[in-house]
């Protein structure tokens, strides 16, 4: 048992002179990086003392109150005259009456006396339709369908409260 320790002696010995060696060379290299010129570093900036603000413009009136009142214009005085003319609020809405008639397309007509008339919606479904029938989003009810034409005629609001009547008409379109 004593060369058993004897040898645990002896490898800790040499462990130890071989990190003294070690040990030196790191000593040598740390006093090369300390030798070497440091870099200037530059000062931190000086800040700005905070400068007190006071608002002194909440006297002032606010810019989101009108200051002009508007006189009303010889338009808005005008009583407005009923003229009968109204959209039926308690017809049921036909199925084209939920598209613009720019989203709308007369592409041909069925029948031999030009009865129906074959309009294509902005989603690609063609609809099947007569004089008396509704389509478009302005209560547009159909006048006439001939082969080439098909007329309505819309009731829209004037601006002011009232409705007028207009005509209104699609042309065929060029089918390829």
Avoid at 13 to 36: F, I, N, R
Wanted: proline share 4%; glycine share 6%; with cysteine.
């Amino acid at each position: 048992m004593t060369n058993l320790i004897k040898a645990s002696l002896l490898i800790i010995v040499s462990l130890l002179v071989g990190c003294q060696q070690e040990k030196q060379d790191l000593a040598s290299y740390v006093a090369s990086v300390k030798a070497q010129q440091r870099p200037d570093i530059e000062p931190m900036p000086v800040m700005k003392a905070y400068e007190k603000f006071s608002y002194s413009a909440s006297d002032l009136r606010s810019p989101f109150v009108k200051t002009v009142v508007e006189a009303p214009t010889d338009e808005q005085t005008t009583p407005i005259v009923d003229n009968g003319i109204h959209p039926d609020k308690n017809r049921l809405k036909e199925a084209l009456e939920s598209y613009s008639l720019s989203e709308l397309q007369f592409v041909g007509t069925l029948g031999r006396d030009v009865s129906w008339a074959l309009i294509r919606a902005s989603d690609g479904v063609i609809h099947r339709v007569k004089v008396g029938n509704y389509m478009g989003q302005n209560h547009g009810q159909i006048l006439s369908v001939t082969e080439s034409e098909l007329t309505l005629k819309e009731i829209v609001s004037d601006g002011r409260g009232a409705y007028i009547e207009r005509e209104s008409s699609l042309t065929i379109a060029d089918v390829n």
